[in-house]
């Protein structure tokens, strides 16, 4: 990179060729007033404000230095008495058409223009308009609205909403006077393409884009924390605004895991954390009605049930669920509470429900179950494969950064079953049946091989059992995978050698490929393709498994499963289970543990006999139902340790009240292995506990000893047993997460595995046929029906139910079905439909449109009323155990 | 022009002159003109066509759309009446003229007679300066006109 010097405010610097002068000045510490500017646009694109001029020796007039590259001599001032005029006159016109009523405004204190007046002594404004016409706002949106008397058309907004978040909903539109900010054709925002992630709101620097607010603060009363946000595995980071002891708003913060951006859940999805609905005392059920209780006699019960199964029934007869929503330390300790007090391994979560197929998969190929590479290598990528991911829904923000690569003219290929808001900007769009993916990886590498792309090379180095995969791909021809995945025959072939041919080739997928009888397999095609083309190991390619939760990544680390103490280590491996004997201090069972879906299976049988569930809501989340709240009911003792009195907390005994994220300290692990700091913004709710508490307490009451002071020494203890997180502590991960592999207090953290070589050693070609789906379609139940995640809910519900503008959008369930379909059962667009399959039937609203194929339809999964779930089946991956929750054959009749 | 519904002809015709242009995202301003010159106007439903056939989004039509003003998304009447108000014109008493036929038209300016005959516009220098004040009539020019012409002008749209 070619270095160039110049001079500002007498000062000389040297910066990258390139660098534009503001930039300059910020690297040298010269701070430079900006309205328009943002470090993550195109700078070409900037200079609407003018705020930022700066003298040029030479130059006629005064330039925006946003826009202006650096050049080799130049020698610019910035604070020269014509630069503060320049400023003082821009300051002018802008407070010209700006209301005067910062007393009033709810932008205060957050303001840069009043700031700037400040700054700069400007009072009012010599070129005012008295016959400034007055514009309605526009509250359509559920979380925001907009003024747009207050706009100074910065610009900002619609720069964020196209170029980074790539929604185009709003635009600037007319010109001179007339100039403003809309959506098309005037229409409102909620009628807009607007997705409500509200990072507009985030960047306007005035009044003109501002929450919706309940609370009403002024910005000097609050304090910030920042924290890792508690929705799905992107890791975003946020600071939190605190008043008192409520969240008032939240704000993006520029971490690496989220360049600075946020998605309407991260952004307007806090409100639960304060909702009347929190459990605020432990609760007993007594003749079949809770009845709130003490601390005292809470934990006696739980730690008396649980010493009177273990004694009567033996350590087996108890299991618990962990939580892929509490944090590492949480989860470590829960796990241990299992291991080494209780001593079962009868301990899972559930990533068996989402990406159990994807750690046991990767595991097997290439050593380690987990994202290769990083959230934001999106953007350095050539080609991106996306299959069963609606990443823009699920995973917003990396949605997000893939479209932003298309952008900037990566290939997109996208093969879904449903015609998803990616699969309309793709270069090939492959509309698979459900269930299909093997047969459809296979289809991909047959061309590949027969074509000659694969990169023969790497194959050698770096792979082995390639001869089988060959074989094995043989059969695959494309008619025949055409006709197995019902797309088209010349599709394939051409994202064959699109993949084939590009040189970081990266793919994103998620439970569209995990979740079935064959999860396993699809994670293992999905290696081989990389692999094929020497895509593992590289920056901007990768296998890239998106997890769900915020920390189902960390979940799965801590051993929150039943086969595997923390970092993986085997629990029937001997070497494993003496190292934890000795660091725990307890015999374990080397025996391996129940899957959650078997852990119901034995609670039905009644070989279990107590469950204790921490922050998991199986009743709604697992396939099946009926079959979930039958096993449930025959439990002899169920512990429920949550923040909300959830559908499966029902069924409790003993409910215990749990600390949201908001109120404890700790750390998530997002979907590229970041660990990252969760902060305590606000004391626990009523009597609340944060779980590690909670865990601890009982531990002690077991006679175990566990005096944590802190989650920081929880953290300590993770890093002495865990090698992966042996560089990890909470001071490191102070101002950045690291990413693991971290095995040593010097080492940085991995953006990217197996560079050098695999985890496992060679990447292994796991190869297999292509199996149809459990259950296929008949003349009783001729449809398949799959199931997703939508934009605006998360998990269960239990929280983003209690957010209202959410809850007003999707209050209840839906199906999607397809406007043929939907004629020839003479349906239309909202009408009721009773969907019914081998598990249950279900009465819900019909949702007409082309995004799903004829003999396909889509059912969100979040609700429990009329759920999904209801009609899902627990057909088992053999692996992994994964139930089979994408394909259930249904049928749909006219309610 | 004289009927403002939009026929599936002229989306045909939209959409051959579209699929002619090798790099459809850099084409919006062409295909806009063209769109313009094919349906006399730029409704919402035309613009969304556009974007569509385009792969553009909505909005980076509408915002073109909206910014020049050659670009109308309202029907113009049968015979669209465009005012020089360019400097050269202003001078010479161009705004007479616009307040002349907005009387005898019983208009505004930017509007269009209820019977959709006549269009009243500003626009800026036709390049026609010698002649100012000007007036176009669906691109017949009158040059040197004085309000008291207007009358005799109008005359001859008498159909």
Redesign the interface.
């Known amino acids: 990179m070619k270095m160039i010097k110049l001079t500002i405010d007498n000062q000389v610097i040297e910066v990258e060729k390139g660098t534009t002068v503001l930039e300059a000045a910020r690297q040298a510490g010269i701070e430079i007033p900006t309205l328009c500017h943002d470090p993550r646009l195109e700078s070409s694109l900037g200079g609407a404000c003018r705020m930022c001029l700066v003298e040029v020796q030479g130059a006629r007039t005064l330039s925006p230095s946003c826009t202006m590259p650096a050049t080799e001599g130049m020698v610019v001032s910035t604070r020269s008495e014509r630069v503060v005029q320049g400023r003082k006159v821009v300051l002018d016109l802008i407070w010209s058409r700006h209301p005067h009523d910062c007393l009033t405004c709810s932008a205060a204190g957050n303001c840069k223009l009043q700031d700037y007046s400040f700054e700069y002594g400007v009072k009012g404004s010599r070129f005012e308009n008295p016959e400034e016409p007055e514009f309605p706002l526009d509250h359509s949106n559920k979380f925001y609205y907009y003024d747009r008397n207050k706009c100074i058309l910065c610009g900002k907004c619609v720069r964020v909403c196209?170029e980074l978040q790539q929604t185009?909903?709003?635009?600037?539109?007319?010109?001179g006077f007339d100039t403003h900010v809309s959506?098309?054709?005037e229409d409102p925002l909620a009628q807009s393409?607007c997705v409500s992630c509200g990072n507009c709101v985030s960047v306007c620097p005035v009044g003109a884009l501002v929450p919706r607010r309940t609370d009403r603060f002024r910005y000097w009363e609050v304090r910030k924390v920042r924290t890792t946000c508690s929705f799905c595995g992107v890791g975003c980071q946020m600071e939190l605004l605190i008043k008192g002891d409520k969240i008032v708003e939240v704000a993006p913060y520029a971490g690496e895991s989220n360049n600075n951006m946020l998605c309407v859940k991260g952004k307007f999805g806090y409100k639960f954390v304060n909702h009347e609905d929190r459990l605020k005392t432990p609760l007993i059920k007594r003749n079949g009605t809770f009845e709130e209780a003490t601390w005292e006699e809470a934990l006696d019960l739980v730690v008396d049930k649980l010493k009177k199964t273990k004694e009567e029934y033996g350590p087996d007869a108890v299991a618990g669920f962990s939580s892929a929503r509490c944090t590492n330390e949480e989860n470590y300790l829960f796990q241990k509470l299992l291991r080494a007090v209780v001593g079962t391994n009868n301990v899972d979560h559930c990533a068996r429900l989402c990406h159990a197929s994807t750690v046991a998969g990767l595991a097997t190929t290439l050593g380690s179950g987990a994202m290769t590479n990083s959230n934001l290598e999106a953007l350095k990528s050539d080609l991106i494969l996306v299959s069963g991911s609606n990443t823009t829904e699920s995973h917003p923000v990396i949605g997000a950064h893939i479209q932003q690569a298309k952008e900037k003219g990566a290939k997109l290929i996208v093969a879904e079953p449903r015609e998803i808001e990616l699969a309309k900007e793709a270069d090939i769009f492959l509309q698979i049946k459900p269930g299909t993916n093997v047969a459809f990886f296979n289809g991909m590498m047959h061309v590949i091989i027969k074509e000659g792309l694969q990169d023969k090379e790497y194959i050698a180095a770096r792979t082995e059992n390639y001869e089988e995969l060959e074989k094995i791909m043989e059969a695959y021809t494309p008619a025949k995978v055409a006709e197995i995945c019902g797309i088209n025959e010349d599709d394939l072939v051409k994202a064959a050698r699109m993949y084939g041919e590009a040189d970081r080739a990266a793919i994103y997928y998620s439970m569209g490929v995990t979740q079935h009888s064959t999860g396993t397999q699809g994670v293992m095609s999905v290696s081989n393709l990389a692999l094929l083309c020497g895509n593992i190991g590289k920056e901007g390619a990768g296998v890239n498994p998106l997890r769900g939760q915020n920390n189902v990544q960390g979940a799965c680390d801590m051993g929150a499963l039943p086969g595997d103490y923390p970092g993986y280590q085997k629990v029937f491996d001997p070497k494993a289970q003496e190292k934890f004997e000795k660091a725990w201090g307890a015999k374990l069972s080397d025996k391996a543990g129940l899957t959650l879906t078997e852990v119901l299976n034995g609670l039905d049988d009644g070989s279990l006999k107590m469950l204790y569930v921490m922050g998991e809501n199986p009743v709604v989340s697992d396939p099946d139902t009926k079959h979930v709240e039958e096993a449930l009911r025959k439990a002899d003792f169920i512990v429920v340790q949550d923040i909300f009195m959830s559908e499966t907390a029902e069924f409790a005994d003993v409910v215990l009240p749990a600390a949201s994220f908001a109120e404890k300290d700790g750390t998530f692990t997002n979907t590229e292995r970041r660990v990252q700091r969760v902060r305590k913004a606000i004391e626990p709710i009523g009597s609340s506990k944060p779980d590690w508490m909670i865990l601890s307490d009982i531990m002690n009451r077991m006679g175990y000893e566990a005096n944590y002071k802190n989650p920081g020494e929880i953290m300590d203890e993770i890093a002495s047993v865990t090698p992966q997180y042996g560089g990890i502590s909470f001071d490191r991960i102070e101002e950045e997460g690291l990413q693991w592999p971290c095995p040593t207090k010097d080492h940085p953290g991995t953006k990217v595995l197996h560079t050098e070589s695999m985890s496992r050693g060679k990447g292994l070609f796991k190869p297999a046929d292509y199996i149809e789906s459990a259950e296929t379609t008949d003349k009783d139940y001729p449809y398949i029906m799959t199931t997703g995640r939508i934009l605006y809910h998360y998990h269960t519900r239990t929280m983003t139910k209690r957010v209202k503008g959410i809850d007003i959008m999707f209050p209840e369930s839906y199906i999607e079905i397809n406007p043929v379909t939907a004629s020839r059962l003479e349906l239309k667009d909202g009408d009721k439909v009773k969907v019914g399959s081998r598990r249950g039937e279900i009465v819900t609203t019909a949702k007409v449109t082309d995004k799903v194929d004829e003999d396909v339809v889509f059912m969100p999964f979040h609700f429990y009323e009329n759920g999904a779930n209801t009609l899902t089946q627990a057909a088992l991956d053999p692996i992994a155990k994964i139930p089979e929750l994408k394909v259930s054959a249904v049928r749909l009749e006219k309610a | 022009m004289e009927n403002n519904q939009l026929t599936k002809e002229m989306y045909d015709e939209l959409e051959r002159f579209i699929e002619a242009i090798p790099d459809k995202e850099n084409a919006i301003i062409a295909v806009l003109h063209k769109a313009q010159e094919i349906c006399g106007y730029l409704p919402?439903e035309v613009?969304e066509f556009i974007a569509d056939k385009l792969n553009v989004?909505?909005?980076?039509?509408?915002?073109v759309v909206?910014?020049y003003s050659y670009f109308t998304t309202v029907p113009k009447g049968k015979y669209a009446i465009n005012v020089c108000l360019g400097t050269a014109c202003f001078v010479r008493g161009a705004d007479k003229i616009v307040n002349e036929l907005e009387k005898k038209l019983d208009l505004k300016i930017g509007e269009t007679t209820p019977d959709g005959k006549f269009s009243l516009d500003g626009l800026r220098c036709v390049g026609a300066c010698g002649l100012a004040p000007v007036v176009m009539i669906n691109g017949k020019v009158y040059g040197k006109i004085k309000p008291k012409e207007v009358n005799k002008i109008l005359a001859e749209y008498n159909d």
């Open positions: 196209n185009h909903a709003i635009g600037m539109s007319e010109r959506p098309p054709f393409k | 919402r613009q989004p909505a909005n980076k039509v509408y915002g909206t910014f």
